[in-house]
Structures are given as structure tokens and as C-alpha cells.
């Protein structure tokens, strides 16, 4: 098969002639798809509803310690919670803090009091003159939005096949005070679905941070969504790396239920150092007298523990995974050996990246979005929604049916080869 590249004018205009009709045709059929967001399905909801069971006006609302989850207080969460979401992540109970239904709002509280208050002592970043955060790209938009919201500076950091470019990290860390932070979402990455190697995650363990306050903010969103029983990547646990070298206090790390149980009623969670875990209670103390024990004591009697929630992600999985293969099978099918564009195979996660051809992302979106397909917004992916190549888009499979899937990456392969075909006519 010719790549695009590779074939003279005449023969592409008449493929963009052929490709245009089934354009049109696509344009009327009134399609009204939104691939926007990695949203869990009704389907995926629906798997958890018998939590809503779990408790009711008869149910007994103690928690092991005889603690009234009805009532004030119990600032760490319920220790079952705690047991339950450290044994998701691979950390001991006693290094974890129970939170609220999101851990986005736990990063913004924790970039917010680094802000205001400092990081253990340390002068707080808004007295600062200049405040940066590193931030592999492609990237998760949400994390890059909270430091755009207050001022952060980002760098772009570029993602390999092993993770973040650490000889790139170790370099701007080590030299630059003003470095506070990095984002990760270091298992099935947003939106690649890479896995940080076992070296590059002992290589953020043994960073040395010209700032004393640099802390690496470990988003370990997908840690059990993985898309095959059989065929699983595997991320060795940071905290316990951090201690190993001598740096227990450099790394936040979170994670929640949002993706598990029900996204708008889950549970989350930090863990952290002694000493950061010492910090974070202190203002705690101050913000809350205590999150919703009843969510953490519902999620607890449902799925009991780490072998109850390996067995409900199965559940998820059989839902995501024809939808993932029916995407990457399209492309493998219609856009291998064309040159104009480039994916991955994830083996978990909620997303699929896709790489067009420079120049081209915005176009491919905007031309889908005319034919009724709504996906994320080119250079969402990127700080400041700017990227440099623009060429990534992040597809979001979870949410419509398989039906409408496939509807929808059919007219997006199309919008890919017609958009693909007019770059390299006009680069002519």
C-alpha cells in the first residue's frame, strides 16, 4: 500500500474526491455523538448500583472502630476506607488520608495550600517571583488547568515509550529552584496508556530537587483498570522507592474510586510521608471536621476489599475493551502504512492518543464536529491547550455504545484522510 506521501496529485484528488462523497453522506445522517470526555458509560454505572443497597434506615452505621459514621469527626477517614484504597495503590494504611469524592479536588487543595502556606516549612510559592511545574506531554488537561489557574508556569515535558524524559527532569529539577512540581499519571497514561518503567520510576525516587518544597504529584488514576486479565502492565509503588533512597517526602500520591464505583459519589485519597501526612492534617483540621463516612462505610461493605474490586473491574473491563479494540482495529484496518497518522495499543486506562500528521489535529476535530461528533478539543492535551505540533487528539471511547463508536471512528478516519490529503497537497 502507497503512503499519502507517496502518491502523485491526480491520484489524491481523486481519492479526495471519493472520500468527500462519504463525507457528505455522514454529514446526513444527523449524528449527534460526544466523545469529549472519558465519562464511565450508563452501562459501567450500572455495575455498581448495588452499593445503593449496601445501606438503608436499618443498617447498622458503626465502622470497625464503633465510630457513628453519621457523626462529626474520624478527620483520616474510617480505617477500613483507609485499608481499602492503601491496598489499591500497594501502600501501608497508616500512609494514606481519606478525602471526598474527587481527587482533583485534592491536587487543587494541595497546589492551593503550597500557595498560600508553603510545603513544610517552606516559603509559600505566591511570595515567590517565579513558580514552575514540569508537565509530560500529552497530558491530562485537568492537572494542567489547576496550575494555569494559579499561575503556574509549565514546561513541556516529553512522554517516551518508558515514561516522562527523565534525563530532560533530572536536568531542569536539579538546576532550577523554581521548579515546584510534576504531574504524572504514571499507570496507563492520560492520554497514551503508557506505564513508567520500574527505571523511571526509580529515577523519580532518587531525584534531587534543587527546591526543598519540589513534589512529584503521582496521580495513580488507573492503577486497577486495566482492559485484559491476561495481559496487564505492572508499576512499581513510588512512596516505598522514596523511602528506599532516602527522599521520603517527594512525591504526592493519589487516587480515588471516581472510575470504579460511581465517578460523582466515589471516594479519594492521598498518601503521603510522615511528615507531609503531619502537614496536610494540620489544615485539615481547619477546612473539614470530617468527610462523608457513610460514602466511605457504603464503599467498604460493597466491595470488601482489594479481591472485590479486582473482580468489579473485570466487570468494567468486558464493557470498555471491545470499545478500545473496535477503535485501534479501525485504525490498524484504515490508516496503517498511509503516514498520516500514529496510536497506540493501550492495555488499560480510559484513552486512546492519536498523532496526525503536523498541522493537522485542530482540522480533524473541527471537521468531525461538522458531521456530529464532538471529541476533545485539539491542544487540550498540552498546557495552555497550545500544541506545538498540533497533531495529538485524545479519544475518549468509554461513553457511547459500541454502535455509535464505530459510527464514530469511521467518520473520524475519514476527517483524518481528507484533512491529511489537503496538508500534503498544500505543503506541494
Not at 68 to 79: A, L, P, S, T
Not at 239 to 255: I, M, Q, R, S, W
Not at 300 to 323: C, Q, W
Amino acid at each position: 500500500m502507497k503512503s499519502y506521501q507517496e502518491m502523485s496529485n491526480d491520484d489524491l484528488l481523486a481519492l479526495k474526491a471519493e472520500l468527500e462523497a462519504q463525507y457528505k453522506a455522514f454529514q446526513g445522517k444527523g449524528l449527534k455523538l460526544d466523545m469529549s470526555r472519558g465519562k464511565p458509560s450508563a452501562e459501567q454505572l450500572d455495575l455498581s448500583m448495588g452499593m445503593m443497597d449496601v445501606l438503608n434506615s436499618s443498617t447498622n452505621l458503626k465502622c470497625e472502630a464503633g465510630i457513628d459514621c453519621r457523626n462529626y469527626g474520624v478527620i483520616d477517614g474510617i480505617q477500613e476506607a483507609k485499608e481499602l484504597l492503601a491496598s489499591m495503590i500497594e501502600v501501608p494504611a497508616d500512609k494514606i488520608i481519606i478525602f471526598g469524592n474527587s481527587s482533583l479536588n485534592v491536587m487543587f487543595d494541595m497546589v492551593s495550600h503550597a500557595m498560600t502556606h508553603g510545603v513544610l516549612g517552606s516559603t509559600p510559592w505566591a511570595k515567590l517571583d517565579k513558580v514552575k511545574f514540569l508537565c509530560p506531554v500529552p497530558g491530562y488537561d485537568r492537572h494542567f488547568k489547576i496550575t494555569e489557574y494559579f499561575g503556574i508556569e509549565m514546561i513541556n515535558i516529553p512522554m517516551l515509550p518508558t515514561g516522562p524524559d527523565m534525563d530532560l527532569i533530572e536536568k531542569l529539577v536539579g538546576e532550577d529552584d523554581a521548579i515546584k512540581g510534576i504531574w504524572c499519571v504514571p499507570k496507563y497514561s492520560n492520554p497514551q496508556g503508557i506505564t513508567y518503567s520500574d527505571e523511571t520510576v526509580r529515577r523519580f525516587a532518587r531525584l534531587k530537587p534543587a527546591a526543598k518544597d519540589f513534589r512529584i504529584f503521582w496521580d495513580n488514576a488507573y492503577s486497577v483498570h486495566h482492559l485484559y486479565d491476561d495481559d496487564q502492565d505492572v508499576l512499581i509503588e513510588l512512596v516505598t522507592e522514596c523511602e528506599k533512597a532516602g527522599n521520603p517526602d517527594l512525591v504526592y500520591k493519589f487516587t480515588s474510586t471516581s472510575k470504579i464505583s460511581f465517578p460523582g459519589s466515589g471516594v479519594a485519597a492521598i498518601a503521603a510521608s510522615d511528615a507531609n501526612l503531619k502537614e496536610i492534617r494540620e489544615h485539615m483540621t481547619v477546612q473539614t471536621i470530617g468527610h462523608d463516612k457513610l460514602n466511605e462505610l457504603r464503599h467498604v461493605r460493597y466491595f470488601k476489599d482489594l479481591n472485590g474490586i479486582t473482580e468489579h473491574m473485570k466487570k468494567h473491563a468486558a464493557s470498555m475493551r471491545p470499545k478500545f479494540e473496535a477503535v485501534v482495529d479501525t485504525f490498524d484496518k484504515e490508516l496503517s502504512g498511509l503516514g498520516i497518522g500514529e496510536w497506540i495499543r493501550p492495555k488499560g486506562g480510559y484513552f486512546i492518543s492519536f498523532d496526525s500528521m503536523e498541522g493537522c489535529a485542530k482540522a480533524i476535530v473541527q471537521k468531525a464536529k461538522e458531521a456530529g461528533v464532538v471529541m476533545t478539543p485539539a491542544g487540550a492535551t498540552y498546557p495552555y491547550g497550545k500544541d506545538p505540533k498540533d497533531s495529538n487528539i485524545r479519544i475518549a471511547p468509554s461513553f457511547p455504545t459500541t454502535e455509535e463508536l464505530a459510527l464514530a471512528t469511521e467518520l473520524f478516519v475519514l476527517c483524518v484522510k481528507l484533512v491529511s490529503i489537503d496538508k500534503i497537497l498544500e505543503s506541494r
